[in-house]
């Protein structure tokens, strides 16, 4: 079974990455930045980033050692761990974004303190 601490923010970390999220979004985009961008924008940027991640993410194929990711068979791709960092990091940032672009704060951190070790199986 997953240990839920190696993946769970607790309320008090979400919160702070929400309150921080919210003061970028408003610092680049303004108070109404809800309104302002549309959900298409959050969705491609989430799926940019994460190709982006993959990208420097070599992997090992079922019955071979792949030399990269597996979508662009036609690229030698190094394993750039500085890139997946920062990669990681957009992607969370998008992935604040659109969860406070759907609910409240008050709803992701409800959300997230009624999160067991089950659903992390």
Known sequence: MVEISKY????EQLKEL?????????????KDWRDAIPLSSFLTALETESAEYL??????????????????????????QQNQAIETIDV?????????????KENILAINERLTDKDFE
Do not use: C
């Open 8 to 11: 769970k923010f607790t309320n």
């Open 18 to 30: 929400l309150d921080a999220q919210e003061s970028l979004n408003e610092k680049y985009t303004g």
């Open 55 to 80: 990208e420097s993410s070599p992997r090992v194929g079922d019955k071979e050692k792949i030399k990269n990711n597996g979508w662009k068979w036609w690229k030698n791709l190094q394993n750039d």
């Open 92 to 104: 969370l940032h998008f992935g604040l974004s659109l969860l406070m672009y759907l609910e409240t």
